[in-house]
Structure formats: structure tokens, C-alpha cells
């Protein structure tokens, strides 16, 4: 946390001093908290929005931008420092800052983030956790990893037991734009045609819903968005071959208001997204990601969760005011809980209370590779 004045916007500095008494005690009012951030100039404008910038400034914080052409460490002072870089040079360099500034909050560890990027070791962690409690149960799809040969996937499938229809995705899901072209296997004979590295993963009836869990800290926010529509067995029956299907990540229209199937548009119960966002918190490394959930059709507590995004960004290229989901921007109150989140991270440290360590993580080394 920075001295008032240190970095200072006169014209906002009395109405920074009034909702300064907002921050919960222990804290004292005249100081500020500093968020360098290194971003894409696209992730800037879709996350820095207006209303998001008035509202830290009016609670203290301000967000500087890192200028990535000279050393980090000549930057600065920060609090925290947000970053959605990608790059080994880049990971190197916050890796070598985390190091020489442990004071700092970085959001997140480039390693960790690197463990989303793949969906193999993305989804390990939630099925490793085996959650089931008396409020449902949260699986993974089963899915095979095929890094070479695709002549050899139709026997690799019939051998993994794997059952059609198929999705078939790029093993890694760093952002691009081919990281998210997607198939739909009718036959394991047609996978042969792809390019690996994939993951083939089971294709899982869901009723054409898929719910959107943002976190960001301990808080969370779910959203319903439509996805792909179920496959029927007379449907799989009477088709053969893949189909790139278009990314549906990105045109998914939301499904909060739709008039549904209350079966399928329930969302999933509030006690065992906290467990599982817990638990990923925790094992992942990660503070700001998403989780793309569906419920099995015809179950009421049967979950799957099928994909994760570090900080998810606005993707598919398109234009600000459409409709793309997959972003904070598009959270509800996203403003109101990243300032809060903020503030909660120095506030934290500065009562010097031993943050709450992950055991499995610690048991690590911090390595989730
Ligand atoms: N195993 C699955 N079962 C059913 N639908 C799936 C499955 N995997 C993906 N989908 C559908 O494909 C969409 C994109 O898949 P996802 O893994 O989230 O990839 P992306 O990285 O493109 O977001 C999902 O939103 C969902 O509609
Ligand atoms: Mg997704």
C-alpha cells in the first residue's frame, strides 16, 4: 500500500477520502493500494472499463499501467500486479519479479496459469478431487490424450472403452483461435482424419445448457449460457463422420432469462460450487479463472466440468459491444467484486494474518506440472 500522495489525482483525491471508510477496520484510510497490470491492449479495454476504473479510484486503488519495454522491477511500486501475457520471456520475467519481490501480489503464478493451458492437466485437478457431497457430484468427462499418430486413434478409442460421440479438441487451450476448434465425432474411424495433439472427450448430454462459473478470490458468480444441443442414439445411429462445430464458447447467447426446462436450468447449488471453487482455488494456484460446467441430462446432481480459463478474456476477435461471453466484463457486478477482491488481498497482508496456505499446494512446491 502506497502513502497517500505518493500517486495522487487531485480532482478525485476528496472523493477517494469519502468511500476510503468503506475498507473494512484494521486498515488505515489514508492509504492507497497500486495495480500494475500488464495486459493486451484488447484485455485492457474490456476489463478496464470506465465504471470499473471510477470505482477503484473512488475506493483507493489505482491501476498503473507496466510498461513492457523496460524492467519490471524499475516500475512500480506496486501492490499488486495483474497480468494475461503469454510468452516464455514473459513468464520469466514475472517468474524473476514474484521472486525478488515477495511483497507483491502477482495474479497468478505463470506456472500455474501454464497448467490450464493444456486441457489434460486442466481437468486432472478436478478429477483428482472426486468431489461428491449429500449436494451432487462434479466429474470430467472421460477423455484420451492423443499426441501423435492419428491412424492409430480409432484403436486407441475402442481400446480406452471411450463411448461415441466424441469431442474432439486441440490438447492445448492457450487462447488462440485454433485452440478452440472443436469436433464432433459420430465415429472414432473419421478422428483419424485430425491432427493431434487432442484430447477426445466423451460427449456428454446436458440439455443444451452450460453454466459459467466466474471466480475471482473466494467470491463467485454463476451464468447460464446455451450451449451444443444433446445427441440422440437414432441421431448417432443414423450419422458418420467429424464436424468442426462453430466455437461456441464464443456465441453462446445467455440463457439466464430462456424459458427452459427447470430441470435442465436449474443452476448447480450454491454449497457445492463454493467446495469446488475452494478446492480448485487451492490446488490450481489460481485466484481469477473460470469453469465451464454442465449438468448430465436427465440427473439432478450428476456435474461435469468440461473446460477452465485463467482470467477469462474476451475472446473469438470480436467487437466490444457484441455479445461475447467469456469474459469478467460480462459478470455481474464484476466491478464491485474485483475492487473488493483487491482491497481484500492487501488488507490480508497488512493485518499480517498468515494467509490460509493450501496444503496441497505447499505439498508441491507450488508445482502443479
Ligand atoms: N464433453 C462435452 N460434452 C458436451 N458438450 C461439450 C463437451 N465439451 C465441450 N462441449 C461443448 O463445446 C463447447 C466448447 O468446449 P470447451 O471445452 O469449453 O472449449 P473452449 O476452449 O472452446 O471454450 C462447450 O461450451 C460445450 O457447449
Ligand atoms: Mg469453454
Same mark, same amino acid.
Given at each position: 500500500m502506497r502513502l497517500k500522495g505518493e500517486i495522487s489525482y487531485p480532482d478525485e483525491e476528496e472523493e477517494g477520502k469519502k468511500e476510503m471508510h468503506s475498507i473494512s477496520a484494521g486498515v488505515p484510510q489514508h492509504l492507497k493500494l497500486v495495480v500494475g497490470y500488464a495486459l493486451t491492449k484488447k484485455k485492457t479495454i474490456s476489463f478496464l472499463q470506465p465504471k470499473l476504473q471510477g470505482l477503484a479510484r473512488n475506493k483507493g486503488i489505482l491501476f498503473v499501467a507496466i510498461d513492457q519495454n523496460r524492467p519490471l522491477s524499475d516500475q512500480g511500486p506496486f501492490d499488486i500486479v495483474l497480468h494475461k501475457l503469454s510468452g516464455r520471456n514473459w513468464c520469466q520475467i514475472i517468474e524473476d519479479y514474484r521472486q525478488k519481490h515477495p511483497e507483491v501480489t502477482v495474479l497468478d503464478p505463470p506456472d500455474a496459469i501454464q497448467? *490450464? @493451458?493444456?486441457?489434460?492437466? &486442466?481437468?486432472?485437478? !478436478?478429477?483428482?478431487?472426486?468431489?461428491?457431497?449429500?449436494?451432487?457430484?462434479? +466429474? *470430467?468427462? #472421460?477423455?484420451? !490424450?492423443?499426441?501423435?499418430?492419428?491412424?492409430?486413434?480409432?484403436?486407441?478409442? $475402442?481400446?480406452?472403452?471411450?463411448v461415441l460421440p466424441l469431442v474432439a479438441k486441440p490438447l492445448i487451450a492457450?487462447?488462440?483461435?485454433?485452440?478452440?476448434?472443436? +469436433?464432433?465425432?459420430?465415429?472414432?474411424?473419421?478422428?483419424?482424419?485430425?491432427?493431434?495433439?487432442?484430447?477426445?472427450?466423451?460427449?456428454?448430454? @446436458?440439455?443444451?445448457?452450460?453454466?459459467?462459473?466466474? %471466480?475471482?478470490?473466494?467470491?463467485?458468480?454463476? !451464468? #447460464?449460457?446455451?450451449?451444443?444441443?444433446?445427441?440422440?442414439?437414432?441421431?448417432? +445411429?443414423?450419422?458418420a463422420g467429424v464436424f468442426r462445430f462453430p466455437? *461456441?464458447?464464443?456465441?453462446?447467447?445467455?440463457?439466464?432469462?430462456?424459458?427452459?426446462?427447470?430441470? *435442465?436450468?436449474?443452476?448447480?447449488? #450454491?454449497?457445492?460450487?463454493?467446495s469446488l471453487a475452494k478446492e480448485l482455488r487451492c490446488r490450481l494456484g489460481l485466484r481469477l479463472f473460470n469453469i465451464d460446467i454442465i449438468r448430465e441430462h436427465g440427473t439432478r446432481d450428476h456435474?461435469?466440468? %468440461?473446460? %477452465?480459463?485463467?482470467?477469462?478474456?474476451?475472446?473469438?476477435?470480436?467487437?466490444?459491444? +457484441?455479445?461475447? $461471453?467469456?469474459?469478467?466484463?460480462? &459478470?455481474?457486478?464484476y466491478e464491485h467484486i474485483f475492487t473488493d477482491f483487491f482491497l481484500s488481498l492487501v488488507q490480508s497482508k497488512y493485518r499480517k494474518r498468515p494467509t490460509v496456505e493450501c496444503a496441497y499446494w505447499k505439498n508441491n512446491n507450488g508445482n502443479v506440472s
Amino acid at each position: 500500500m502506497r502513502l497517500k500522495g505518493e500517486i495522487s489525482y487531485p480532482d478525485e483525491e476528496e472523493e477517494g477520502k469519502k468511500e476510503m471508510h468503506s475498507i473494512s477496520a484494521g486498515v488505515p484510510q489514508h492509504l492507497k493500494l497500486v495495480v500494475g497490470y500488464a495486459l493486451t491492449k484488447k484485455k485492457t479495454i474490456s476489463f478496464l472499463q470506465p465504471k470499473l476504473q471510477g470505482l477503484a479510484r473512488n475506493k483507493g486503488i489505482l491501476f498503473v499501467a507496466i510498461d513492457q519495454n523496460r524492467p519490471l522491477s524499475d516500475q512500480g511500486p506496486f501492490d499488486i500486479v495483474l497480468h494475461k501475457l503469454s510468452g516464455r520471456n514473459w513468464c520469466q520475467i514475472i517468474e524473476d519479479y514474484r521472486q525478488k519481490h515477495p511483497e507483491v501480489t502477482v495474479l497468478d503464478p505463470p506456472d500455474a496459469i501454464q497448467h *490450464v @493451458h493444456n486441457r489434460q492437466s &486442466m481437468l486432472q485437478d !478436478v478429477a483428482d478431487l472426486n468431489l461428491s457431497d449429500c449436494y451432487g457430484k462434479v +466429474s *470430467v468427462p #472421460r477423455q484420451l !490424450v492423443i499426441t501423435e499418430d492419428p491412424s492409430s486413434i480409432p484403436d486407441a478409442v $475402442t481400446k480406452a472403452g471411450l463411448v461415441l460421440p466424441l469431442v474432439a479438441k486441440p490438447l492445448i487451450a492457450d487462447g488462440s483461435a485454433k485452440s478452440h476448434e472443436l +469436433s464432433l465425432a459420430y465415429d472414432q474411424y473419421s478422428l483419424s482424419n485430425l491432427e493431434p495433439p487432442l484430447v477426445l472427450q466423451e460427449f456428454v448430454n @446436458h440439455g443444451g445448457v452450460l453454466f459459467k462459473v466466474y %471466480i475471482v478470490g473466494e467470491a463467485i458468480k454463476v !451464468v #447460464r449460457r446455451f450451449s451444443l444441443p444433446d445427441v440422440s442414439k437414432r441421431e448417432l +445411429s443414423k450419422n458418420a463422420g467429424v464436424f468442426r462445430f462453430p466455437r *461456441v464458447s464464443c456465441a453462446a447467447a445467455s440463457a439466464d432469462d430462456a424459458d427452459l426446462d427447470p430441470g *435442465v436450468a436449474e443452476l448447480p447449488p #450454491r454449497p457445492l460450487l463454493e467446495s469446488l471453487a475452494k478446492e480448485l482455488r487451492c490446488r490450481l494456484g489460481l485466484r481469477l479463472f473460470n469453469i465451464d460446467i454442465i449438468r448430465e441430462h436427465g440427473t439432478r446432481d450428476h456435474f461435469y466440468v %468440461i473446460d %477452465i480459463n485463467y482470467f477469462p478474456g474476451k475472446q473469438c476477435g470480436l467487437e466490444l459491444r +457484441s455479445s461475447s $461471453t467469456n469474459w469478467y466484463g460480462k &459478470m455481474p457486478e464484476y466491478e464491485h467484486i474485483f475492487t473488493d477482491f483487491f482491497l481484500s488481498l492487501v488488507q490480508s497482508k497488512y493485518r499480517k494474518r498468515p494467509t490460509v496456505e493450501c496444503a496441497y499446494w505447499k505439498n508441491n512446491n507450488g508445482n502443479v506440472s
